[in-house]
Structure formats: structure tokens, C-alpha cells
């Protein structure tokens, strides 16, 4: 199914809510698709310009390369 969807439950400050409630209201969305949009906006910038995955430090990748030498 092409179009299947992972549910899942989120909770949030009341406050962080309604300002998302907000922005979705302002762009005509759903809380449910503006949380979705916010959400592929950032793994969208997390994966940089080639696609891929951009290593940062801290990441359960593992440590980062240490700088060069010399």
C-alpha cells in the first residue's frame, strides 16, 4: 500500500500546540499535516544538498573523524 501511514502519539506543550495550530491555520493546512510538513522540512534539510545523510556530532552513526594533523 503506497500510501500507508505510521500513526503515532505525540505529546506537546500547550503552548508549542497552539502555535503550531497557528501556523498550519496561516498556511490552510491540518495541525496533522503542518507537524508533517515541519517535520520533512527538516530531514530534508538534515540530508543537505547531495540526498544523503550529513554527519553531525552526536549522531547514533557514531563519533565524528577526528581533525587532521599536521
Same mark, same amino acid.
Given at each position: 500500500?503506497?500510501?500507508?501511514?505510521?500513526?503515532?502519539?505525540?505529546?506537546?506543550? *500547550?503552548?508549542?500546540?497552539?502555535?503550531?495550530?497557528?501556523?498550519?491555520?496561516? /498556511?490552510?493546512? $491540518?495541525?496533522?499535516?503542518?507537524?508533517?510538513?515541519?517535520? +520533512? /522540512?527538516?530531514? +530534508?534539510? +538534515? +540530508?543537505? @544538498?547531495?540526498?544523503?545523510?550529513?554527519?553531525?556530532?552526536?549522531?547514533?552513526?557514531? *563519533?565524528? $573523524? @577526528? @581533525?587532521?594533523?599536521?
Amino acid at each position: 500500500m503506497a500510501d500507508e501511514r505510521k500513526a503515532f502519539l505525540l505529546r506537546t506543550d *500547550p503552548s508549542l500546540w497552539r502555535e503550531i495550530e497557528k501556523w498550519a491555520a496561516d /498556511e490552510l493546512r $491540518s495541525v496533522n499535516g503542518q507537524i508533517e510538513f515541519i517535520l +520533512r /522540512e527538516a530531514v +530534508r534539510r +538534515r +540530508r543537505g @544538498p547531495g540526498g544523503q545523510p550529513q554527519e553531525h556530532a552526536g549522531d547514533a552513526a557514531g *563519533p565524528a $573523524s @577526528p @581533525p587532521p594533523t599536521g
